[in-house]
């Protein structure tokens, strides 16, 4: 088997995909056959990535039905299929932190834009998927999904065990179709979003990392493996996952010295 080959002649969206997990993401899919169209709030960015990869950018506010709609649209008109979708964007702002200091607008805005965008997503690759009957739909959510955290993101954590619960509910209900829907479930990841984050609260860096029986953070491209992986006809019997790339951290009652 190629494997460089894996994804051939498979068409893939990825929204979030001009940094970060997306953009290595969309890089792997590329390097195994794959057309990539990516959809992203940053047309710079944006078309920087789709250019890198020989693809299609899209400016997409994944929080806008109509937006989102025409992503998955333009890429079934262009390419001729949806065949992946990497539901991966998502936001970690400051003001989203403890519950007691978390105010609703924080807590809206998160929800909109880490479980709302998944559901518009989803929505708009699965019309595709069942007139095609197949498709693999790969949702981003956390470690934090299935474990508590003492450095809470309370909207964060809340919208990623939404993106959970709704995985597996698509998974159970499309698996018949020929469509899968697995959860990507990130530990914490060297990205620019944890990089500002923890800048800015360096012991909260280091209270995360002591936790993680790899002893690092994880890179993006390793979270990109995962991805591919899900997205190929490998994991064609895995459906309604968590599929965990955590180094340990969820399994993990004391680390190793």
């Excluded at 400016?59 to 992503?71: G, P, R, S, Y």
């Excluded at 069942?130 to 959510?141: E, H, K, L, P, V």
Aim: charged share 20%; net charge negative.
């Amino acid at each position: 088997m190629n494997l460089t080959q894996r994804l051939a002649g498979k068409v893939a969206v990825i929204t979030g995909g001009a940094s970060g997990i997306g953009l290595a993401t969309a890089k792997r899919f590329a390097a195994e056959g794959a057309k990539v169209v990516i959809g992203d709030v940053d047309p710079a960015a944006g078309e920087a990535a789709a250019e890198s990869v020989d693809g299609l950018f899209v400016k997409a506010d994944v929080t806008d039905q109509e937006q989102v709609d025409a992503l998955f649209d333009t890429a079934a008109a262009t390419y001729g299929s949806v065949d992946i979708a990497f539901n991966n964007a998502g936001i970690s702002p400051p003001d989203d932190d403890s519950i007691e200091t978390t105010e609703l607008p924080a807590w809206q805005k998160v929800q909109d834009v880490n479980l709302k965008s998944v559901y518009l997503c989803s929505r708009a690759a699965l019309r595709h998927m069942t007139a095609q009957g197949r498709g693999s739909i790969i949702n981003t959510a956390s470690f934090v999904a299935v474990l508590g955290s003492a450095t809470s993101q309370i909207s964060y954590t809340a919208s990623k065990g939404g993106v959970l619960a709704m995985t597996r509910e698509l998974g159970v209900q499309f698996a018949r179709q020929g469509i899968r829907v697995n959860a990507l479930c990130p530990g914490p990841v060297n990205t620019p979003l944890l990089q500002e984050l923890f800048a800015k609260d360096p012991e909260r860096a280091q209270r995360r990392l002591v936790h993680i029986p790899t002893g690092r953070f994880a890179e993006p491209e390793e979270l990109a493996a995962a991805v591919a992986f899900l997205a190929s006809d490998d994991a064609s019997f895995i459906t309604a996952s968590t599929f965990l790339v955590d180094g340990g951290i969820s399994s993990a009652y004391v680390t190793p010295l």
